[in-house]
């Protein structure tokens, strides 16, 4: 079994990865808030 060796992995691919998923995350978060004070304004 080979010894692990803290940061020596390279984590590229994950980093880009979480990156592009707090981006959606963020612009779905907003675009659903925007929503929301739309229909409070238009729905009432």
Do not use: P, S, Y
């Not at 990865?17 to 409070?40: E, H, N, P």
Request: hydrophobic content about 50%; glycine content about 4%.
């Amino acid at each position: 079994m080979a010894d692990h060796k803290h940061g020596e992995m390279n984590v590229e691919t994950q980093e880009k990865t979480f990156d592009g998923f707090m981006q959606w995350t963020t612009r779905t978060v907003i675009v659903i808030i925007a929503i929301i004070v739309l229909m409070a304004i238009f729905i009432t």
